[in-house]
């Protein structure tokens, strides 16, 4: 196989992976059992129908950034702008250009859970999700006790995940 055609396989490799990184809260989300249970008897309203803490998914948004960042810093980004130009630019707007590149995918990937998921369970007189409140009765409930349909599920889980996607990025923000 020639170098360019090893290059341009490891770019877009690359590429793919990172996308599939920093959409993946809209995937397993977007695709019931494929990581989170469909059985809602098994998992905690208090936990957002998600058998982890939010700890947990915290440090998994800010994994899979920083990975995605650098598979994007490394093989993808030299690629668009080419190796020699991205050598040129100083460290700074490197990591400028790899932040910009990373907040767009993960926004845009927040946006369309937002839109598709959570905005029609949105009532401007009631709030979001206001017949699941954890607080009403001081009681640990399951999803299921709760009176959480699947689709209620999956909203009320993307709403905890692009929390924690958009507390990644503005974390990578300050860091920037």
């Known amino acids: 196989m020639p170098l360019d055609a090893f290059g341009t396989a490891k770019t877009a490799l690359a590429f793919t ?3 599939l990184l ?5 995937i397993v989300v977007i695709l019931p059992s494929f990581v ?4 809602l008897s098994t998992v905690f309203l208090a ?9 947990t998914i915290f440090v998994f948004s800010m994994l899979k950034l920083l990975i995605a960042g650098v598979l994007v810093s490394v093989c ?11 050598q040129h630019l100083d460290s700074l707007k490197q990591r400028k250009l790899v932040g910009f590149f ?3 995918l993960v926004r845009s990937s927040c946006a369309v859970q937002i839109v598709t998921l959570i905005a029609p369970r949105f009532d401007l007189d009631l709030g979001l999700f206001s017949h699941f409140n954890v607080k009403d009765e001081h009681i640990v409930h399951t999803c299921e006790d709760a009176g959480m349909t699947l689709g209620d599920a999956l909203a009320f889980r993307a709403w ?3 929390r924690h996607d958009m507390m990644a990025v503005m974390v990578w923000e300050l860091a920037f």
């Open 17 to 19: 992976l990172s996308v």
């Open 22 to 26: 920093l959409c993946s809260s809209a």
């Open 102 to 104: 990373v907040k767009i």
């Open 36 to 39: 989170y249970t469909s059985d």
């Open 76 to 86: 993808v980004i030299p690629a668009i702008f080419g190796h020699a130009r991205w």
């Open 160 to 162: 905890s995940l692009v």
């Open 47 to 55: 936990d957002n129908c998600i058998s982890a803490t939010q700890q």
